[in-house]
């Protein structure tokens, strides 16, 4: 069973902003869609590009290296939803952000 682990505040996630975070040596990426967090593997899956480092407008990433599009809450690449990241549930209480690893 995944177990929640602290990853950072929600004060330093601002909505519509992104954040790389690392949880037992995985990198994840943290996005903040209008007040409701959510987590996804950090690796684009054309070419390994930084999905945090990506621009985030609404509930989609662009990847920065090669414009590769995903879903933030399924993970899934807007053209193609069977190419898909792993995501991971998130719990914030008061101002702390948890993931479940």
């Not at 037992?24 to 950090?42: I, P, S």
């Not at 995903?70 to 209480?93: H, I, S």
Request: glycine content about 12%.
């Amino acid at each position: 069973m995944a177990e929640f682990k602290p990853v950072g505040k929600l004060s330093d996630l601002a909505p519509g902003s992104s954040k790389v975070v690392d949880v037992n040596g995985k990198a994840l990426a943290l996005f903040n869609v209008a007040g409701v967090v959510y987590a996804m593997d950090n690796t684009c899956r054309h070419r390994g590009g930084p999905l945090g480092g990506g621009m985030l407008e609404g509930d989609v990433v662009t990847c920065p290296w090669h414009m590769w599009e995903y879903n933030v809450r399924t993970g899934e690449l807007v053209t193609n939803p069977t190419v898909k990241l792993a995501t991971y549930d998130v719990q914030v209480e008061g101002d702390e952000i948890k993931v479940a690893i």
